[in-house]
């Protein structure tokens, strides 16, 4: 079975600095996608940004950026120029596509912005 | 964004109690899901739907049922509510395979006394 770890239960940054929030994931699978999701105080959980396992160049979504890493099966999320409005909880997501299309999530690291 | 709807957003009921929440979409999404949200565990996957009348068990699946008998609609059912289940409920759609994504609705609080 797939899993997804996040190692980092809390995560602080400053303000306008830039913050790396870890994932790894097991699975045997050669063809999945992974996401990070973000969940502000509002609970509403919203896409940061996806990565297609075939694809070997790095997602990138203006200020966010993912260091994928197939063969250690790492998935890290780098936010550059910290805002305070990045502050939430980030959930690391593995998806299988398939007939199914469910996504299995990490625990989460709550991320705090220091102004 | 997926027009995704749960009801009700908050709800206190008592242990042995039957709760249903509710998912309204208006995506015509095949595939909708129902997770849950607990400290230390992240979403958990509960029951999910590939279709009308199509469904099958997630992770944590014990003492929750569910129903889709339209494709807008996917009810969470728990017949007999403990104090375990109080939690946030999430429901969530994906319209493909091709992407992955899932679009979330706002989530429900339940609460066991």
């Known amino acids: 079975a797939q899993t997804v770890t996040q190692s980092q239960p809390e995560m602080s940054v400053q303000e306008a600095e830039t913050v790396t929030l870890s994932c790894t994931y097991d699975?045997?699978?050669?063809?999945?996608?992974l996401f990070w999701y973000k969940q502000p105080p509002s609970r509403q959980m919203i896409l940061v940004i996806r990565?297609?396992?075939?694809?070997?160049q790095n997602a990138t979504e203006n200020r966010f950026s993912v260091n994928f890493q197939k063969a250690a099966k790492s998935f890290s999320l780098k936010i550059s120029d910290s805002q305070l409005g990045d502050a939430a909880m980030y959930f690391c997501?593995?998806?299988?596509?398939?007939?199914?299309?469910?996504?299995?999530f990490g625990t989460g690291t709550l991320l705090a912005v220091q102004p | 964004d997926a027009g995704i709807t749960q009801s009700p957003r908050h709800k206190v009921t008592e242990t042995g109690t039957p709760v249903t929440l509710r998912c309204h979409q208006t995506?015509?999404?095949?595939?909708m899901y129902w997770y849950r949200q607990d400290p230390g565990h992240g979403l958990r996957l509960i029951h999910y739907?590939?279709?009308?009348?199509?469904?099958d068990k997630g992770e944590v699946s014990d003492g929750y049922s569910v129903s889709r008998s339209k494709t807008e609609d996917f009810l969470l059912t728990l017949e007999s509510a403990t104090s375990s289940q109080t939690s946030v409920y999430f429901c969530?759609?994906?319209?493909?395979?091709?992407?992955?994504?899932?679009?979330f609705g706002e989530g429900s609080r339940l609460t066991v006394l």
């Open positions: 699975t045997s699978e050669s063809d999945y996608y």
């Open positions: 969530a759609t994906g319209g493909s395979t091709n992407t992955g994504e899932l679009f």
């Open positions: 995506e015509n999404h095949r595939y």
């Open positions: 990565q297609e396992a075939y694809k070997q």
């Open positions: 739907s590939y279709g009308v009348k199509d469904t």
């Open positions: 997501a593995y998806g299988s596509g398939g007939a199914t299309n469910k996504l299995i």
